[in-house]
């Protein structure tokens, strides 16, 4: 098989707003390669895919290895059986409908499948990190916003539409208008951005993100930790409303805000406390603990389930599903 080759690699690719990272990875998750560019966001789907292909390619030529096929994890809500981007936010120039699995297979010469970032988080966690052998989880990014994803029976379940696991967009917290558009959903709470903003509503403080408002907690702010605390129980209620309707045990919180788990932890751990799913079973909340390599290793490990389901992908231009 293609994996028993100690040089046998796939590229993953995490491909996001401000950066794209790529990483040539050996099927125990090992990295021989790893380079990381801006993403021309501004210049829409064509540019992000030339820009990607064109470092796994110099990747290629100055580590002498080919990669099988390739992962990628990206922003917005993916079709992965189509190989589309079907939903992205303004920041992406002609990104909603970009054919981004076809493209980047033309351009790389191997099998492509995409995933949405959430979801490649989730899968680089249960392969490589705090997951490992877990075939049931929930995974949560905390970052700019709050983005979810959904592991079922050993495979991430994107559902039908591509947005399966989207804890972030869950209502019940509130009435604060949320960057989707509608109100109260836990991202008004519990994202990076909003962390600073209620900080401000707090304190009439202005605070530089969520890592400058962690700061003023760690240093006795009340408004700050008030903020936080009120970001670790609305992220507990979300997790033991999720668990409960899904019988899911295990949680792996990643993202920028995971930097704070100190200061989320304790509130969060108390809310499960009180709250504890129906079936008696402790709910395991894992912080992370691949970093920021988690979706590009998870893209990856879509790049070698790929190989393992249809080893054809390696020497063809086929799309398909990462699932």
């Known amino acids: 098989m293609v994996e028993s080759s100690t040089n046998a690699v796939v590229a993953g690719i995490d491909l996001g707003g401000t ?40 990747m290629e030529s100055s580590s002498g290895l080919h990669a099988l096929a390739v992962g990628v994890g990206a922003a917005g809500v993916i079709d992965q059986k189509a190989g589309v981007v079907t939903a992205a936010s303004a920041s992406f120039k002609d990104w909603a409908g970009f054919p981004l699995a076809a493209d980047l297979s033309a351009r790389v010469g191997v099998g492509v499948v995409i995933d949405n970032d959430v979801n490649a988080f989730l899968r680089g966690e249960m392969a490589y990190g705090a997951l490992i052998g877990c075939t049931d989880a929930v995974g949560i990014m905390l970052g700019t916003g709050v983005g979810g994803a959904l592991a079922l029976n050993g495979s991430v379940f994107a559902g039908p539409r591509g947005a399966a696991g989207e804890i972030g967009h869950t209502p019940g917290f509130g009435a604060l208008p949320c960057s989707c558009g509608q109100q109260g959903h836990l991202e008004t709470l519990a994202s990076g ?31 700050a930790l008030a903020t936080f605390d009120a ?93």
């Open 193 to 223: 951005r909003s962390i600073a903003l209620r900080y401000t509503e707090r304190s009439g403080r202005a605070a530089n993100g969520a890592a400058q408002v962690a700061d003023f907690a760690r240093a006795g702010d009340p408004h």
């Open 231 to 323: 970001a670790g129980r609305a992220l507990g209620q979300a997790i033991v409303t999720t668990a409960t309707i899904l019988d899911v045990q295990d949680v792996v919180v990643g993202g920028g805000v995971r930097g704070a788990w100190d200061l989320i932890e304790p509130p969060l751990a108390k809310m499960l406390e009180h709250n504890m799913p129906v079936s008696g079973y402790p709910l395991i909340v894992h912080p992370g603990s691949l970093g920021g390599s988690s979706a590009v290793l998870g893209s990856a490990a879509a790049a070698w389930e790929s190989l393992a389901h249809s080893p054809e992908l390696a020497n063809t231009m086929k799309v398909g599903s990462s699932c």
């Open 19 to 58: 950066k794209t990272t790529v990483v040539l990875c050996r099927r125990d998750g090992s990295i021989a390669a790893q380079a990381t560019i801006a993403t021309p966001a501004r210049e829409g789907g064509a540019a992000m895919s030339a820009a990607a292909s064109g470092l796994v390619k110099e």
